[in-house]
């Protein structure tokens, strides 16, 4: 009987089939994103954008950005909200990440001044180990834009998820 051999080829079998279970996660990034160790990221003063003019605005400006990750969400990704205060504009929703190991992010607060349009981009980051579960997951998360000013007279909400950039939600003032 030839144990040996048996043992060997079911030896090998074992390791090509876990192979693809325990190597990096290839997410094609350029290995560039910011790792984070808490649920609240402040993103700063994110960006504002206006056609010619002196350099002064009378009109809104971001002054700070805040990002929160609230964690599972109960409800399906692909969906979000706008609410306006006083002097912050809050976008809420839920993302989907195509592992365990993804996370939602704030990938950018843009104030365009000419078209009084704030736009608020939330992705996923790659931000587990090596054992990730292969499953869809839903991220729930909340990003805060303060201004200076006013507020902007309209806000979308976009969502950078597998193959492109999705519209989640719009409001205006």
Known sequence: M?????????ASVGTFALAGCTGA????????????????????????TSEGGDGESDGPSITDTQFERLGDADESGGRGSIRFSDATVTCAGVIQGRNGCMEAALDAATYDASADELRVRVTTV???????????VDREYEATVTFE???????????????????VAVATR
């Open 126 to 136: 790659d931000e587990g180990g090596d054992a990730c579960t292969q499953q869809i």
């Open 2 to 10: 030839d144990r040996r051999r048996v043992l060997a080829g079911a």
């Open 25 to 48: 996660a290839g997410d094609g990034s350029d290995g560039d994103s910011e790792e984070t160790t808490d649920d609240t990221e402040t993103g700063g003063a994110g960006s504002n």
């Open 149 to 167: 000013g006013g507020l902007p007279g309209r806000v979308v909400l976009e969502h950078e998820w597998m193959d492109g950039v999705y519209e």
